[in-house]
């Protein structure tokens, strides 16, 4: 029998239970730390915030939180208050949109889009400010910035304008970098009843011990979803996104060392330029706001099918770290996957990284194909790797798949087909119906079977074309 919760659990730290909301302080003492941010807000009579989807697609809930930038500073970081547990709070500061204007002075990017006429039923408005915001201080104002928020009624034409009219001005906003930089996004949270906050990994693995069913989550982009439409959850949740050791990105001269709990947003700027497959990927992989929250340990744990980054770690013949009580253990992503949603990983094993090893003699590329061009999930996504020996023949082949299968899968048989062989129009012919053969995708309401295995091939060969033109 699990011993008996208490109303709060207090570690080795006297934070209280309160985080800065607009730069004043608010209590959590008596608050469910499973509460979503967003609901919160809503009953506290703060209704600049609006709910749209409550599933993190819409982008009207946006607030911007500062969180630490893994230098010594802290940056704002656009995120979706639908899919953030109070719980993960306090110690933290949070702007939301009441907070912009001073007095009936607008902010720059509240007027650039009065100026831009980019809002007309206003409901998507305050979220798209946010991100705007976001984007402003990030030094960043391109599509991607608003990839996240959807609009109804502009077609986005004076939205786009705005958000060029702001990166033309380039104005200053030293109230909010001031703010910004007197935040303390690193202090140790309190734990409140039935969530902790542990800032060690002995400490997660310890309270994952006692408490056999609770959960460990880092973003809480999941679990957020899962809380928002009232779904059941784990009776105790245990928050990783404090623990330093889980936030580390390391590149060596031979491999890449990513923390469990590097933000996907993060893991897109820091690497830039060193694996194709992940550039290609991330600027595609949900809204920006999913995108800072959400982590390369969730996306492993999580272990969807249709997972993005999940083909992307197999083609890159990635390493997957985990940590019990009981020690330490490696496996490879290639071993990793068992089942639909079902793993190597044992329950009592927390994911603590990702090595990612480098090659410079690599080729690499990823591919997703979806209904919607940015924030959607993936019909099917895809990550190649090839090398080459001295004669042009394929020497090294990962084609790694999502979307074909109950698990992200390796294409084993064309890769075998390709080893030794030259990327002709033959060996292409042969390479493409294969592929066309290897999985046996589902149909559903995305794409048809057909359609899935006629993409293994193209995108493969889309690939190869780009890499010889």
Known sequence: MEPTLPKTYYPAMNTPDTFRLNGVTQSLTDSDPRESLLRWLKRHRRTGTKEGCADGDCGACTVALIEADGVGGSRYVAVNSCLLPVGVLPGREVLTVEALAEGETLHPVQQALVDCAGSQCGYCTPGFVMSLFVGLHEGALDDHAIAGNLCRCTGYGPIRQAARQLANDAPGDARFA?????????????????????VDIGDALALKAEYRQSDWFAGGTDLGVDLSHGKPVAPVLIALDRISELQQLRIDDDRVWIGAAVSLSRLQSDLQGLFPAIDDMLPWFAGRQVRNRATVGGNLGSASPIGDLLP?????DAVIHLRSLDGAREIAAADYFLDYRKTARRADELIVGIAVPRRADLRSGSAKVAKRQTDDISIVAAAFALGFDDRQRVSHVRLAYGGVAAIPLRARKTEALLIGRLLDRETLAAAAAQLRMEFEPLSDHRAGSEYRRALSANLFLRFVAELQP
């Open 312 to 316: 992307v770690l197999l083609a890159l």
């Open 178 to 198: 001031a703010l910004r930089a007197q935040a303390r996004p690193d202090l140790p949270a309190a734990e409140i009843a039935r969530f902790f906050s542990p």
